[in-house]
């Protein structure tokens, strides 16, 4: 390979488009100093890729293109183009002439071309990588640089060694693999924690996918049932508010028949109403016309008066205006003079205006027709200008067109040949992957058919996991009220054992015995208690039997009467108000009952219906041993006044004694029954125990069902895992699927553009000839245009420069003109502005004058109006007297008509009343109907708007399909089947479990009968199965109460999960083939970067040996056979990075570096050690 041609054109100094030959052999380019030697050697290292202006002697890159002299014009391009030759077997390409060319602009652009072609910098620099050409190599030293080689550092110095081992394009490989390596690091990093991310959600949104589908199932359900039991419920009110609609309708009538006397009775008053109306409008008529007759009289006598003034008032003004008319005359006459003179002087200077304003058009008219011929000679001339410029870029465009065609002539012919081949191995290639694609489509079947198997499995632990959860969520929901009900009655019963502790509700007195009085030591062990205390009575009796005892409630059981003596006399003695004591052994039994009998209106003695403690049983009998119970009050007179000698105590409270005195009304102590008090200790008591012993067994039954719970997580936990390894598998076997079918779409594509590349070879060859001859031909016309345009040019420019004189001798005079013009304005302005004040004044005067005659005129004419009017108003004063009198008269008349009519209007009044009072208790009834009826159209709305909402349905389009609600029954019953198969297989299983479920409910039964719904008992469920051709509704109801259940326990529900699961799923199997293709590739870098580690060292070792001993021989030759010199290497464990060291003695010098010989010896140095590289790897030129 060596250098052929060098074409320059715009490169500094070579304005004209220079080529110079470089036959074999050494050519020189000789010349005197600033001829452009320098040039072309910077041209040489501009083109192969030079970017530092600074290097190429300039400031910026635009400074390399040709700037123009005296006689010639910038040019706005800069090109150089370099032709290697001999390059089939040395450079990567089928050509034997490389052209390498490089093109600036003068606005920054600039361009590389291979082979005419445009291309990029890092082409050219890989295309001559280990060729010894380059901007830097050592093919160019240029002047003064010869020893430049031996200044570099050790470590910069080796890059001329690496380029003649010829391992420079492998090092840039080797950065290029290890750039590469480092970004597939980084993207396997990435790819992984995606890949954890995704796994992570696909692990979420699985579970959520799972619960969307249930959601699905349970809603399409509810659905069908929940529309045909609206439907029905709709159907049935429909129906109902028909109904009330037809007796609407009917009082509706009647109210309108009504309502039709009414307004006959209304119009009849109406019209008496408009009779006295229409009096009433006369009297006010008649005592209108009075009050304006009156007023006549006055207003007319008034303005005789004022006419009378007026009169003299204008007579005064008529002798002020003559005076003024006199004044105004002279001052018009002395005005009208001053404006003839300057109508006489204006005119002068506007007959001098005119004749400037001519002399104006006229130049003007000359200096636009010079203007325009010079406009047109310019255009003509810019227009050829830019049509030269575009004729020159399109010959440069057309030569490289030319070259181009031929180059791409001979690429096509070898493309073609290419094409055949990589058809072929494409086709092989093809029916490989075909085979892989079979195999792994096996495989995915197998792994999908796992999967079903153990999606059916998970879906019963899941079913048996939300039974259970759902069982634990009641427990704990029941757990939690009993927990509240429990807290709420052990409060409660805390109270009213404080109340009863501290005497509550009992007097003062009998509060401080209770606690003890002064020596609560010794009292407090006396005192038995409160006889409130001892007595336990029914709810239903408490009320009668607080009535009946009283204030003995508060009776205190004490030991003996002493005691008692002693508590008597403490209270005394402390002022602490009083008590009832009594003592055990003091208390008489009670009379024999035994021969009375009890009244069939009485409910019984009052002893029969209480329990005491036997302490203080003889004296519970004392006091009630004649008290009968009655249910109210007139049924304890009634017996009072029968039977003697027994008292009553009604359920309400009230108290009939022996006597007949009768206690009754409220207390307003709603809070002070001591009996209902102990009722309810005693009451809350049982209650306590009975939820303490409930708690401990749902306590236990719930630790239970936690335990299970947690089991079948587990169980589901272990299931996922294995579905989703499966899943994995079968992603991954998808992955390397979709891989292998990418492939082979990839292959089916490049054959189908290798295909077309072919018939767009062979038809791009036969259009290149045809562009080809077009090219040449269109290049001979395009030069002759360009010599024509320069003779146009020459002669426009002569007729231009007449035109610019002829242009400025027109401006001079127009200017000349111009000013005079202005001066006589300004004249003109300066008349008028002293003549508009007096036109002005004139007319102001005239205009005074003017009013003046008229306002005289118009006071006489008001003079005689007045006169006229007064004599006018004295007759209608006259007339209007008359008037007032009978109408008066006439008013007196009217008045007792209005008096009737009034009369008749009341009584038509009070029939009306009557009317309009039966039709009010009509509207009410219909009100009420309507009422009910808008209430069914609420529900109607309310089932229409819940079919709306919830599925988008209108109740009234809706067709029943009995067929498919009978399907969905059937299927409701089928599934509760299954479940409690389900169910035994799990009790099967778990038997102890099972035990315990029975027992717990067995027990969970009796609590909640006990003490949640204390008033009955909880019914079982029980499901009929009715005749099939009509539903069961009830069954149906409760179906949808279910199910509308199990959709809230689902909780949130995201539908989209589904879509968004099979996405996802798609985006991990992309990944897993991502990461497995990045694996391989890394592998692939660090094997290809092992491999350009072990070439690259030989052939460094192997180069630098042979150059090492070139160098030792050319140094001898150069300096004698007794001087020595040698290069080394820095650091022989890495012979790749490590820095070079030239040793170089000259005869008579001790061995020393390079650094220390003089000029010549580093020149001669320099030129040893660049021979001994050229005996190793010659350049294909040096410079």
């Known amino acids: 390979m060596f250098l052929k041609t060098l074409e320059i054109h715009g490169f500094k100094s070579f304005a004209d488009k220079t080529k110079i030959d470089f036959d074999e052999g050494v050519t020189g380019i000789v010349g005197p100093n600033g001829c452009g030697k320098s040039n072309i050697v910077d041209s040489i290292r501009w083109v192969l890729g030079e970017t530092s202006a600074k290097a190429l002697r300039g400031g910026e890159m635009a400074d390399v293109i040709f700037n123009g002299t005296d006689k010639r014009q910038p040019l706005g391009m800069a090109e150089v183009t370099l032709v290697l030759s001999g390059c089939a077997g040395v450079l990567d390409t089928e050509y034997d002439e490389v052209s390498l060319g490089r093109r600036v602009y003068r606005d920054g652009r600039g361009e590389y071309l291979l082979n005419k072609q445009p291309c990029r910098l890092k082409d050219i620099h890989n295309l001559l990588m280990d060729t010894g050409i380059g901007r830097s190599s050592y093919s160019i030293m240029e002047q003064g640089k010869i020893d430049q080689l031996l200044s570099s550092k050790p470590e910069d110095r080796r890059a001329v ?202 130049y003007e008219e000359g200096s636009k027709t010079a203007r325009q011929q010079r406009s047109e000679i310019n255009a003509q001339v810019e227009t050829l200008r830019r049509e ?101 009655k052990a409060s409660r019963l805390e109270v009213l054992r404080q109340l009863v502790a501290e005497g509550e509700g009992f007097e003062k007195g009998t509060q401080a015995v209770l606690k003890g009085l002064d020596q609560p030591d010794l009292f407090q062990k006396a005192v038995r208690g409160a006889l409130a205390s001892f007595i336990d009575v029914d709810r239903e009796y408490v009320v009668a039997i607080e009535a009946a005892l009283g204030r003995h409630l508060q009776t205190i059981v004490v030991a003996d009467t002493l005691v008692a003596e002693s508590m008597i006399d403490a209270l005394r003695r402390g002022k602490l108000g009083k008590a009832t004591l009594v003592s055990e052994e003091s208390v008489r039994p009670a009379m024999d009952r035994q021969l009375m009998t009890v009244p069939a209106e009485a409910i019984g003695w009052a002893l029969d219906q209480i329990d005491c403690d036997e302490k203080v049983r003889s004296l519970v009998d004392r006091l009630l041993e004649n008290v009968l119970i009655v249910p109210d009050l007139a049924v304890a007179l009634k017996l009072h006044r029968e039977m003697s000698g027994v008292a009553f105590t009604t359920l309400e409270g009230e108290y009939v004694s022996v006597e007949g005195v009768i206690h009754g009304g409220i207390s307003g102590d709603e809070g002070g029954s001591f009996l209902q008090r102990q009722s309810d200790i005693r009451e809350l008591e049982l209650a306590t125990e009975t939820l303490a012993k409930a708690l401990d067994r749902l306590e236990d039954r719930r630790e239970n069902l936690h335990e299970r719970v947690e089991k079948l997580e587990d169980q589901l936990g272990s299931y996922r895992d294995r579905l989703q390894q499966r899943r994995v598998s079968c992603s991954t076997q998808e992955g390397q699927l979709a891989v292998v079918e990418r492939d082979l779409q990839q292959l089916e594509n490049k054959l189908e553009s290798l295909r077309w590349e072919q018939k767009e070879v062979a038809q791009r060859q036969d259009n290149l000839d045809e562009h080809l001859k077009g090219a040449q031909a269109e290049k001979t016309e395009t030069q002759a245009r360009i010599e024509a345009i320069g003779q146009e040019t020459n002669t426009l420019g002569q007729k231009l420069e007449a035109a610019e004189r002829a242009e400025q001798e027109a401006a001079e005079l ?121 209430q069914i159209g609420i529900r109607l709305e309310q089932i229409e708007g819940s079919a709306r909402e919830r599925y988008q349905c209108d109740l009234e389009r809706f067709e029943p399909d009995s067929h498919l609600l009978l399907a969905v029954i059937d299927s409701q019953r089928q599934s509760r089947g299954r479940n409690d198969k389900r169910r035994a297989t799990m009790a099967s299983r778990e038997a102890g479990e099972d035990e315990e479920e029975n027992s717990y409910d067995e027990e969970e039964n009796e609590v909640v009968s006990a003490e949640v719904n204390a008033d009955g008992e909880e019914a079982d469920n029980v499901v009929d199965f009715p005749d099939p051709a009509e539903p069961d509704w009830e069954f149906v109801e409760s179906v949808v109460a279910e199910l509308r259940s199990r959709l809230d326990s689902l909780g949130p529900v995201n539908i989209d999960a589904i879509e968004e699961f099979e996405e996802l799923e798609q985006h991990y199997k992309f990944n897993i083939q991502q990461m497995q293709d990045l694996e391989s590739s890394k592998e692939e870098l660090m094997r290809m970067i092992a491999r350009i580690n072990r070439d690259t060292r030989k052939m460094f070792a192997e180069t630098f040996e042979k150059i090492r001993k070139n160098f030792q021989d050319m140094f001898k030759e150069l300096f004698g056979s007794q001087a020595k010199a040698d290069l080394l290497l820095m650091d022989d464990a890495d012979p790749l990075e490590c820095g070079i060291e030239v040793i170089a003695k000259p005869p008579g010098k001790k061995l020393q570096s390079i650094s220390l010989l003089s000029g010549g010896e580093r020149s001669m140095t320099a030129v040893a050690l660049l021979f001994a590289i050229y005996m190793v790897k010659p350049s294909p030129f040096c410079v």
């Open 814 to 934: 127009l200017n000349e003109v111009r000013t005079a013009l202005a001066v006589e304005r300004q004249a003109r302005e300066s008349v008028r502005s002293q003549r508009a004040p007096m036109a002005g004044r004139l007319k102001e005067l005239e205009d005074l004058l003017g009013r003046r005659n008229g306002e005289i005129e118009s006071y006489r004419q008001r003079i005689v109006n007045a006169e006229v009017e007064t004599a006018t108003l004295r007759e209608q004063i006259e007339t209007a007297t008359v008037d007032s009198t009978g109408s008066k008269e006439e008013l007196e008349r009217v008045k007792s008509e209005r008096l009737e009519h009034t009369q008749a209007i009341e009584a038509g009044e009070g029939k009306m009343s009557e009317e309009r009072r039966h039709i009010q208790k009509i509207a009410t009834q219909r009100g009420q109907e309507e009422v009910r009826a808008a």
């Open 161 to 362: 060694f690496e380029e003649a081992a010829g391992i420079t394009k492998f090092k840039s490989q080797k950065k290029e693999a290890l750039r590469k390596l480092d970004y597939t690091e980084a993207n396997l990093v990435r790819l992984r924690d995606i890949v954890e991310e995704v796994e992570r959600q696909m692990r979420s949104l699985q579970r959520q996918a799972g619960k969307a589908r249930r959601f699905q199932t349970l809603h399409s359900d509810v659905k069908v049932l929940d529309l045909h039991y609206s439907h029905k419920l709709w159907r049935e009110q429909r129906a109902e508010k028909s109904e009330l609609e037809t007796s609407i309708a009917s009082l509706r009538q009647q109210q309108g028949t009504l309502e039709v006397d009414v307004e006959e009775e209304q119009e009849a008053i109406v019209e008496a109403r408009r009779a006295a109306q229409e009096i009433e409008t006369k009297i006010a008529t008649l005592q209108r016309l009075i009050q304006e007759k009156e007023s006549t009289i006055q207003s007319a006598t008034n303005r005789i008066e004022f006419n009378t003034e007026r009169a003299h008032e204008l007579s005064v003004l008529i002798r002020q205006n003559e005076s003024d008319i006199e004044s105004t005359t002279n001052k018009l006459s002395q005005q009208q003079v001053d404006l003839q003179e300057a109508d006489h002087m204006l005119n002068s200077v506007d007959e001098k205006i005119a004749q400037y304003e001519a002399s104006v058009r006229e």
């Open 388 to 488: 030269r410029n575009g004729l020159e870029s399109r010959i440069a465009t057309l030569e490289a067109r030319i070259e181009n065609h031929s180059k791409q002539l001979e690429s096509d012919q070898a493309r073609f040949v290419q094409l055949n081949d990589e058809l072929s191995r494409l086709q092989k290639d093809e029916q490989s992957r075909n085979r892989d694609a079979e195999s792994i489509r096996k495989r995915i079947d197998d792994l999908r058919g796992t999967i079903d198997g153990l999606e059916d499995e998970l879906s019963v632990k899941e079913d048996q996991y939300h039974d259970a959860r759902r069982v634990l969520d009641g427990l704990q929901n029941d757990l939690t009220e009993f927990h509240r009900v429990f807290t709420e």
